[in-house]
C-alpha cells in the first residue's frame, strides 16, 4: 500500500493480468506521443514469458504501471506510467520502487533503460535509485527522432 494518492486514497500495487490491459492502454495513450498498441500488451501478458509488468490502482481504478522484460540476471524497464490526473503525488516513485524491489528479489543484477534526452523529470526519477547514464541511441524515438539516454544501475 502507498499513501499519497488522490484525497487521501491508498494506492494498491500488484501484477498486471490480461483483464487490466484496456485501462493500461487508457494510461499509455495519454503518457506517450507514440504509444504501445492493444497487441503489444496482449502479447506481453500472454506470451512473453520475460515480461514482468506491475499496476498501481486507487479505488479499483488503475493509475499507474510498470513493465520490465527479466532475461537472467538481468532486466530491461519497458515502460513507467501514471494517469495524468494523478501526477506529481509519487506515485510513479512508488511504483517504480516496487519493480526494483521485485527485480533484487528475483536475483537481477542489472537494470537498463531508455528515457528521452528531454525527459528530466524521469531522469532525475532514475538517479535516485542510482541509475547513471550509459550511453545514448540517437534518434531513437521515432516520433520527433529525439535521443535517449541509456541508463543503468548495478543492483
Given at each position: 500500500?502507498?499513501?499519497?494518492?488522490?484525497?487521501?486514497?491508498?494506492?494498491?500495487i500488484r501484477k498486471m493480468t490480461a483483464a487490466d490491459i484496456d485501462q493500461v492502454l487508457a494510461i499509455e495513450q495519454l503518457s506517450f506521443t507514440v504509444p504501445w498498441s492493444r497487441e503489444s500488451f496482449v502479447f506481453e501478458?500472454?506470451?512473453?514469458?520475460?515480461?514482468?509488468?506491475?499496476?498501481?490502482?486507487?479505488?479499483?481504478?488503475?493509475?499507474?504501471?510498470?513493465?520490465?522484460?527479466?532475461?537472467?540476471?538481468?532486466?530491461?524497464?519497458?515502460?513507467?506510467?501514471?494517469?495524468?490526473?494523478?501526477?506529481?503525488?509519487?506515485?510513479?516513485?512508488?511504483?517504480?520502487?516496487?519493480?526494483?524491489?521485485?527485480?533484487?528479489?528475483?536475483?537481477?543484477?542489472?537494470?537498463?533503460?531508455?528515457?528521452?534526452?528531454?525527459?528530466?523529470?524521469?531522469?532525475?526519477?532514475?538517479?535516485?535509485?542510482?541509475?547513471?547514464?550509459?550511453?545514448?541511441?540517437?534518434?531513437?524515438?521515432?516520433?520527433?527522432?529525439?535521443?535517449?539516454?541509456?541508463?543503468?544501475?548495478?543492483?
Open positions: 500500500m502507498v499513501g499519497g494518492a488522490k484525497r487521501g486514497k491508498v494506492m494498491m501478458m500472454t506470451q512473453n514469458d520475460s515480461a514482468i509488468y506491475f499496476v498501481g490502482e486507487v479505488a479499483d481504478e488503475i493509475v499507474c504501471y510498470c513493465g520490465a522484460w527479466f532475461v537472467l540476471d538481468q532486466a530491461t524497464i519497458t515502460n513507467v506510467a501514471v494517469l495524468p490526473s494523478y501526477r506529481g503525488q509519487k506515485l510513479g516513485d512508488a511504483i517504480f520502487h516496487h519493480m526494483v524491489a521485485y527485480a533484487k528479489e528475483a536475483g537481477i543484477h542489472q537494470l537498463s533503460l531508455e528515457v528521452r534526452v528531454s525527459n528530466i523529470a524521469a531522469q532525475s526519477l532514475y538517479k535516485n535509485y542510482g541509475f547513471a547514464i550509459g550511453g545514448t541511441r540517437r534518434g531513437y524515438y521515432s516520433d520527433n527522432l529525439e535521443d535517449a539516454y541509456v541508463m543503468w544501475v548495478e543492483l
